[in-house]
Each structure stands twice: as C-alpha cells, then as structure tokens.
C-alpha cells in the first residue's frame, strides 16, 4: 500500500487508516474507491489492478461489463483466451488501432495479469435485441451452432465452445450472452483479415466457409439463445477439436503472439 | 543582354555537368568481400565480442526499426513512415539471401559510418547513419559480430516506396551535401570520462537527435541539437532535451533523467508514445554509468532562449473556465487539483514537458489515446490513463489541453479545436 503525501507522520497515520477503511470499502463492495482526506491536495491512490487498469476498464467498464453498442464484454471470459486476445493486438494479428496502441508496450506477465483479473469477474448478462428474423433463419442457425454442415465441411459450434457453447478452459470462448453485431462482426473480421489467430488459424478456415446468409444465422440464434445460470467455460479438455488450431495446441505455430 | 548570356551559359554547364555526374554508375570502390575481409569469421564468432555487441545493438534501438509488427526480431521490414514516402528497415539476421550474410564488416562499417549500401548506392536517411557515424569501429565490429550471430531468418522486407525525385537514390548526393559529413566522435579532453561518454552515445549509437530536432522541409536537419521537434508524418513532439533555463527538461536532475530512461517513469514526467518503445526496448537495459553518462551529458546542454509570450484564442475565458471544469471531474482524481500528480504513479503536469511542448501535440494525443507508460524491470505493473477520445468531443479535449497548459506554473500557449480534430485521425502507428 503506498501512502504518497510527505508531510508529517500524523498525517500519514491518518491517511493510512482511511486508506485502509476505503480499500476494505472497496474489496467489500468491488467499487472503485479513491479515499479523500481533506485538506490534502494529493490524490491517493489504491494499490488495485482496477486502479491500474483504468486505461482498460474507461471502454470495456470497471469489471469487463462492455457496452450494448460497441465495446465487448470481457468478464467471465476464460483468462487464456482474453491473454491471447491483447497479444494478438501486439502482434498485429488484431487490427483495432486504440487496442494495438494501448497493448504496446505491456509484458506478457502483465497481460496475464490483466486477462485473469476480467475472466474472474461475475456481471449479469444482459439481453441485446436480435434482428427479427424468419424461423428457417434461425433454425439454419441452429443446425451450424449444433450440428454443423459436412456438405461444406463445417463443423458445429459445439464442437470447439462446448456442449453448452459457453467456453472451454483455457482458451475457448464462450458464444452465449453476447450481441448479434459482436458475433457477425466477428466472423466478418475473420473473413477481411483484420482478426487472426495463431496458426492454424481454424476460425479463419471456419469464417471463410460460412456464406454471408450463414453468419447471419448462426450470430442471430446464438445472441436469441438464454444463458444458463452457470455460464462458466467447460473445465480444460471437455471437446475433441474436429479441426486442427493454433490456440488449441494443434499444429507448430501455437505460442501466443507468434506471427503466422 | 551579353551577361545574361554568359550566365545562361554557365547554367547549362553547370547542369550537364551535374547530369553526367548523375548518370554515371557509382565510383566508390566495393568494399572487400566476406572471404577477403580482415576479419575474419573466426574473429566474430568471439564470445566476449558478440555480449558487447548485443549490448551495443541494444543500446541503439537497431530492434525496434528493424522488426515487423509480430516479426521475428532483426528480420526487418518495418516501414518507417517520412513525408517522402516510407522505408522499410532491412533484414539484420545473417541470411545470405535477405539478410546480411554475404556482407563482410568493411560493408557494414561503410553502411554505419558512411551511410553506403553494400552495392555502393546511397542509403536513405530514414536510416540514421548522420547519427551512427560517430560510433567507433570498435563498437561496430562488436555489433556486426552480435547481427551474425542471430539465427538467420530468410524474410525480405521490401523496397522503398517513395514519391519522385526522392525514388532516384542519386537525388541523395545533394541531399548528403548538406546534411551528411562523415565523421568520428572526437572527445573533449576539458569535459569527464562520463560527459564523453554520455555525448558519444546521445549523439552516436542513441541516435537522439533523429527525433529530439526540428527537420526542414527536405528532412534535414540544421537545428540546434537536441532542441526539439516534431516526428513527422507520426505527429508526435520529441522535446527540447536541455535541462537548464527554458529547456523543455527545465529542473530535471540527473536522477529524473536516468529513473525515465530506467523505468520509463520519474518524478518529472512519464514516457509515452514513441519514447515509451525506446525505454521498453532499449534504455531499461542500459547499464546504471551509461544511463548516468548520458544524463551528465544532457545536463551541460546550454540554456534556451525564451519562448514566446503566451498566445491567446477567441474564447479564451469562456474555454478556460470550460476546460478547468472537465479537469476537476475528469483529471483531478489522479493528477491532483494542483497539477502535481503521484509520485511514482501519476505523472505530474505541472512543469511536464509533454504538456509544455511548442505545438501542444503531446499532450492532446495523451488525452486521446490515454494508455501505459513502459513495461519495464523497475515498473512491471504500471498504472494507466484512459483514453477520452470516445467521451471527449474537440472541443472538450482543446479546452482541457489548453487549461493545463496555463495552469498552475505552466505558461504554454492555447490550442485550438483544430489541432484536436487533426490529431485525433493521426493514424496511430
């Protein structure tokens, strides 16, 4: 704990304790907390990674809630998955100029930091609105996320995200709870090249299989579906990947930030 | 009428002259090549030398310039963005088709000190031999034996792409005319071993003044050394680095100088932008002398002339009062109401030089992007700012910005809505 004014012992006592009172306020509450002492010009700081991380939590909220409109959800994440994300923004593998700028210069310790502290967050999830659809729309939708399509050799969602298609530990995402323009865009940006993964980067292989009328099917039934109660990711090694991908071990290029 | 003619004539002569001068292949003798170098293979495969090399490379940054966004190190192929077009790095690693494995050191010595390709053409300065000329032979060899040393990675990194004339490698003679003299460091037997040392390496193998000095419309530059200026193309300030009266590091110690370059953070003043790569890359891992030596040497720059009285804009009380009120809601918190930061956490803004510089670029970049000074060995975990591009609009920043920049002792002029709007669609790069 840092208390930073210099200007007398009694003072810094006085500090101390509300500092401490503020902090204990704040792993209470899990609220940011600033402790203000009057009289005193200087700011006190909590010695918190949120406190840290205000570059991060500014957008994305202070515990990874995301906005509906643009900036995605981050809490509940698995950690390994979140971690890869940041260093595949300094890789270049992520185009998104802010996030590129914004991970420069971190280690990959601190990313990893970063990344478990938002994959331990617990937010709601909250219902976006889904474009009204046809019901053969939606059950085109169904069938990719469930069942998949061998004619085009493209298998389900569950195949890699989990019978329940809420994640696998460590590095596999979740696909419930989250907006259908977060979903479309992202295989979108699969397809232009300005979101990659490691090598062999099977969700590229995936994308650019999909037909434009396919994301939009499988992205609106799966923003349509409830979250169940326990979102959390399937514990590590819950699916056998039917595809070969850089972030599940499989092929030579799977270390984290490596370039393709 | 008959002098016009004689000058006339001796135009045109002057201009087949320098035509035929042009147009003729390069003259300078090829350097030796691998197998009849006086070094030989065996010289650069030394241990000691290789460490002191990688050091040195260290030291000058060559990593950061010489490596493509999620690239193999040394392999090349960043672009180096200038208003004449961009420049890719070439490729450092010893592959014999890309890389530098068919050069022998007197190429490369050449290349360093001369600014001349292997082939004898003219190197562009995007490269900055104007500053690498000064480091010794000595150090070079150690670098070239530390560059041989990396496992070979076969990647081109592309050619120049830059606009005519600039694209004639030739164009370059006139340019070297009057801003390139070849030239060793030469010591100042009044000044310390240190002072020597910190001059060698700010002025060599750091290379400062490639961004620490205003260039002209050719890229040049004649400036005072180290006086400051815009990075074009990328629009960031480097600042004036004279730590005496009305220099943009005014009142900063030989300890605020090695902490920033040793942890990216001081009690001065935080690097952000370009600077937090060179201290990420480079200055963290510099030995404590050399960081000292180059501190000592920074602190005998002679003082500034005075700026400018401080510039005035329509508004101005009404952007003031405007811009104090979004300080307090969304600055105060960490920077304190009296502009004096956290020691250690948040920088200071009071007398921050990124806040102060002539153009006002820094700091509304600063408020834009928001983001983490340098990871670094004595900062692991730094504390960040957040970007307020998305909840600012130009108008907001400009006042903000402005505010600050009269604020407390600060005496740096307004910016304008303008300036915000500009850099706000700055590519980052």
């Not at chain 1, 006085?14 to 509450?29: D, G, Q, T």
């Not at chain 1, 659809?133 to 998949?148: F, H, I, N, S």
């Not at chain 2, 496992?151 to 070297?176: E, I, M, N, Q, T």
């Not at chain 2, 390496?201 to 040049?220: K, M, P, S, T, W």
């Amino acid at each position: 704990m840092d208390i930073r004014d210099g200007k007398g012992t009694r003072r810094g006592w006085r500090h101390a304790a509300a500092l401490a009172v503020a902090l204990l306020a704040a792993s209470l509450a899990g609220a940011p907390v600033r402790a203000a002492a009057p009289g005193d010009d200087a700011p006190h700081v909590p010695d918190t990674l949120q406190q840290r991380i205000a570059a991060c939590t500014a957008c994305h909220g202070p515990h990874g809630e995301g906005t509906p409109d643009f900036f995605p959800r981050l809490a509940g994440k698995p950690a390994g998955y979140l971690a890869r994300q940041l260093g595949y923004f300094q890789a270049g593998l992520r185009k998104y100029a802010p996030m590129e700028y914004m991970v420069r210069q971190l280690s990959p310790a601190y990313m990893r930091e970063i990344a478990a502290y938002f994959a331990a967050q617990q937010v709601p999830y909250r219902r976006s609105p889904v474009p009204a659809l046809p019901t053969a729309v939606l059950q085109r939708g169904e069938q990719l996320a469930t069942a998949g399509d061998p004619a085009r050799r493209l298998p389900a969602c569950q195949g890699c995200h989990g019978r329940t298609l809420t994640g696998v530990e460590p590095d596999i995402p979740g696909l419930l709870g989250l907006p259908y323009d977060y979903l479309s865009s992202q295989l979108g940006s699969w397809r232009t090249g300005t979101r990659a993964a490691a090598a062999p980067d099977c969700m590229a292989t995936i994308a650019n299989r999909l037909t434009p009328a396919d994301i939009t099917a499988v992205s609106a039934w799966l923003a349509s579906r409830e979250v169940p109660d326990d979102a959390h990711a399937l514990p590590a090694g819950s699916v056998q990947p039917p595809l070969a991908c850089g972030v599940l071990g499989g092929g030579a290029a799977a270390g984290q930030g490596a370039a393709p | 009428m008959k002098r016009l003619r004689w000058i006339a004539m001796a135009v045109l002569l002057l201009v087949a002259l320098l035509g035929g001068w042009l147009l003729t292949g390069p003259h300078r003798a090829a350097p030796p090549s691998r197998v009849d170098s006086t070094v030989s293979a065996a010289m650069l495969k030394d241990p000691a030398l290789v460490a002191r090399g990688g050091y040195l490379a260290t030291v000058g940054d060559c990593v950061s310039c010489h490596t493509e966004q999620g690239g193999p190190p040394f392999a090349g192929g960043r672009a180096l963005p200038t208003p004449f077009g961009s420049v890719p790095a070439p490729n450092l690693t010893p592959d014999r088709a890309t890389g530098l494995g068919d050069w022998s050191f007197e190429a490369f010595w050449r290349a360093l000190h001369e600014g001349i390709g292997r082939h004898g053409e003219l190197l562009y300065p995007a490269f900055p031999y104007t500053s690498y000329t000064r480091v010794s032979r000595d150090d070079a060899l150690a670098i070239f034996a530390y560059l041989q040393s990396l496992p070979p990675v076969h990647h081109v990194a592309g050619s120049p792409s830059l606009r005519f004339p600039y694209d004639l490698r030739k164009s370059l003679l006139a340019w070297r005319a009057v801003y390139f003299k070849a030239g060793a460091f030469k010591p100042d037997p009044a000044r310390s071993a240190a002072w020597n040392r910190g001059a060698y390496l700010v002025q060599g193998l750091g290379h400062c003044n490639e961004c620490h000095a205003a260039r002209d419309a050719f890229g040049g530059s004649t400036a005072m050394p180290l006086s400051g200026g815009r990075i074009p193309v990328q629009d960031w300030y480097a600042p004036d680095l004279g730590t005496q009266a009305h220099g943009g590091l005014e009142g900063w110690s030989t300890q605020d100088i090695v902490d920033l370059l040793k942890t990216g953070q001081s009690a001065k003043g935080a690097a952000f932008g370009p600077m937090a790569e060179v201290v990420a890359r480079s200055t963290q891992f510099m030995h404590d002398d050399d960081l000292q030596a180059i501190a000592t040497y920074l602190q005998s720059l002679p003082p500034r002339p005075a700026p400018p009285a401080r510039g005035t804009v329509p508004d101005a009380a009404a952007m003031d009062r405007r811009g104090g009120e979004i300080y307090a809601e969304r600055c105060a918190d960490c920077h304190g109401k009296d502009g004096t930061g956290v020691a250690g956490v948040y920088p200071p803004l009071d007398g921050n030089s990124a806040v102060l510089d002539p153009a006002g670029i820094n700091a509304i970049r600063a408020v834009l992007l928001g983001g983490f000074p340098p990871v670094t060995g004595g900062n692991p975990r730094p504390y960040s700012m957040p970007p307020f591009a998305q909840q600012l609009d130009d108008r907001d920043v400009a006042a903000v910005v402005s505010y600050i920049r009269g604020a407390w002792s600060n005496r740096a002029g307004p910016v304008q809505q303008r300036d915000v709007f500009r850099y706000r669609h700055t590519p980052v790069q």
